[in-house]
Each structure stands twice: as structure tokens, then as C-alpha cells.
């Protein structure tokens, strides 16, 4: 494979995907700079080169330099998001403030959200933050603790410049990860957002052990409320039909691995979600998702009725079963509308 086009990045964010990429990266002859606000995970693992807490049997190539404060880094090519999204305007602010996107030439966001109440997506929030250079995002359906693997997997790169999706492209492609281009940034982006409230609604069918016809019928109808409000939004239809769109529906939908699908698993067999989420560490995106999603559809006036009851059991204490009962009684209606 050629040299990559970005030869020095600095990934923020020291979760499990954080440190698969940053991990990725040094092996792809990217010399890479890693931190994270824990200064005391960045520092055992600046000892260690492993992440106990999130990916513990990774070891990160020795390219890969772990930092334990911002003022310890320097500037790169390319600046590279890997928090939670409530935690990428924060993490933004910052890092423009640190002076470290001084060369850098692309910003790439691999965080999936909508902030709520503004609506924006993750990239227009760091577009805010970085104004005047150029914007990528990064999705698809991928796993940490397979990557962390080296098991095949393909993700997407959007980015409206085609020669910076390129580069990023070129450092992101290794013999067990593939990645494809595309310019709509904007139906990427809400397609990585989307897919999650779907995946606790899976994981809900799976905890009332509905079957597999009940779960198949589900995500293909999350699929097209995707479409519904993705496009309203300005994404193109074929995006949700891709790696970010139906490749990140299903590999949720149906994957242990998933938080997403083990939260809703674990609120369709009875447990109270305020208890779900005391027991993990790690961020489940869909329950922030929830609301925002819900928000724009509501602001759009896009239909939504899957969304609807995952905010249901989210915000207004629903019963599952109670709000699977709600989708299964809906009036009949053609399959296109």
C-alpha cells in the first residue's frame, strides 16, 4: 500500500473505538498521538500500551505516543474525534484553544450523534470550532473488539472534498479494513446517528423473545424511518442503503457487542433502565440519541412510530411490552407509505 497522504494524526477520545483507531492508525505508518481526559488511564497506558479499562488485549504499536494532557501533544495533519458525542463540542473547544489544529488539514469526526436542541450533527459542531478547514467523518458498522481482532471490516470516509476523502481513505485501509468514499457527509452522518434507538428496540424484542420474524420486521421498519428522516434532513437515500446506513442498522441490530442491543435486551427482560446504565462505563449512545432523534423528527414532522416508543421507554417509564403492543395495533398501511 502506498504511504498515506496524512503522515501525522492526534485522536482524542481514549474509549474502545478510540484506541482501535489510534491502534489502526500506528499500524498503517500513521505517527500517532493518543489522549484522552482520564489522565490516569493515559498514563497507565503509556506503561502498559494496552487499554485495561475498554480494549484490554490490544497492544498499541510503538508509534502510537499516549499523552496524558493536551498540553503534551503537537500539531498533526489530521485531528481525529473519537468521544462520546455529548462530549465532542467540550473536546472541540478545547483543542482549538490548545493551538494544535495549526497544520492540521482535515478534522475527522467517528462520533455518532445529533446534539440536542441544536440539531447539529457532530461535524457541524466541530466545522464551528475549526473554521476553514476541511471536515470528514468516519462510519460504518464497526465493532472495537473485532477490529481490535483484525477481523474484516469495511467502514465508509465522507467528505465533500474527494481528495480528502482520499487521504483519510489511504490511512484508514489496512489488509482487514476496507474503507469507501462518499460526499454526503450529511446522510452519513445521520445514518450512524439513527441506527442506535433502533438497536435498543431490537434488543427490547430479543428480551420478550418476540423471534426472529418479530426482530426481522422491526429493523427492516427502522430502516425505513431512516430513510424518512434522514433524507428530510438533507442526506440522499442511497447512503442509508450503504456501510453507514443498513450495514450499521444490522451489525447493531443483531450484535452482543453492541451497548445498544444489551440495553435494550436488558429493558425487555424487566431491569430498570436507571440500573442498565449505573452498571457500564461506557457510554450507550442510543439513550442521548433517543431524545434528540425524537426531536428533530417531531420539529420536521416526520413520522416515526419505532422512534416513538424507544423515547417512550426512555423518557416516560413505558413498559416494553406495553410499547411493542403500542406498534403491533397501529392501523394497516401499505408498505411504501
Excluded at 450499521?248 to 443483531?254: A, I, Q, S, W
Aim: charged share 20%; proline share 5%; hydrophobic share 45%.
Amino acid at each position: 500500500m502506498p504511504t498515506p497522504d496524512l503522515p501525522r494524526a492526534i485522536v482524542f477520545g481514549a474509549g474502545s473505538w478510540g484506541t482501535a483507531l489510534a491502534a489502526m492508525l500506528g499500524m498503517r505508518g500513521v505517527r500517532t498521538q493518543f489522549w484522552g481526559r482520564d489522565a490516569g488511564l493515559m498514563r497507565e497506558m503509556r506503561e502498559t500500551r494496552r487499554n485495561a479499562r475498554y480494549l484490554p488485549a490490544l497492544e498499541l504499536p510503538e508509534s502510537v505516543s499516549v499523552a496524558t494532557s493536551l498540553a503534551g501533544l503537537e500539531s498533526a495533519e489530521m485531528l481525529v474525534f473519537v468521544t462520546p458525542s455529548k462530549g465532542v463540542r467540550e473536546t472541540a473547544r478545547l483543542v482549538a484553544e490548545s493551538g494544535l489544529a495549526a497544520e492540521a488539514r482535515v478534522i475527522l469526526s467517528c462520533a455518532k450523534g445529533i446534539e440536542l436542541d441544536s440539531g447539529k450533527r457532530m461535524s457541524q459542531i466541530l466545522a464551528e470550532h475549526f473554521p476553514g478547514k476541511a471536515l470528514a467523518v468516519l462510519t460504518g458498522p464497526n465493532h472495537a473488539e473485532e477490529v481490535a481482532q483484525q477481523l474484516a471490516t469495511a467502514a465508509v470516509v465522507a467528505c465533500e472534498d474527494e481528495a480528502v476523502a482520499r487521504a483519510v481513505q489511504s490511512c484508514l485501509t489496512l489488509p482487514f479494513f476496507r474503507t469507501y468514499t462518499s460526499d454526503d457527509v450529511t446522510g452519513v452522518e445521520w445514518a450512524g446517528a439513527m441506527k442506535n434507538p433502533y438497536a435498543i428496540a431490537a434488543g427490547v424484542a430479543l428480551g420478550l423473545r418476540l423471534g426472529d420474524n418479530a426482530i426481522a420486521a422491526l429493523v427492516t421498519r427502522a430502516l425505513a424511518e431512516m430513510v424518512r428522516l434522514g433524507t428530510a434532513m438533507g442526506g440522499r437515500v442511497e447512503s442509508f442503503y450503504g456501510l453507514a446506513g443498513v450495514g450499521d442498522l444490522m451489525g447493531t441490530c443483531y450484535s452482543e457487542h453492541s451497548r445498544n442491543h444489551r440495553l435494550g435486551r436488558q429493558l425487555g427482560e424487566g431491569r430498570p433502565l436507571a440500573e442498565i446504565l449505573g452498571s457500564s462505563r461506557m457510554v450507550t449512545e442510543g439513550v442521548p440519541n433517543t431524545a434528540s432523534l425524537h426531536q428533530a423528527a417531531k420539529a420536521a414532522g416526520v413520522r416515526t412510530p419505532l422512534l416513538d416508543e424507544v423515547h417512550a421507554m426512555l423518557y416516560e417509564h413505558k413498559p416494553a411490552p406495553e410499547a411493542l403492543r403500542a406498534l403491533l395495533s397501529r392501523d394497516p398501511r401499505a408498505e411504501t407509505e
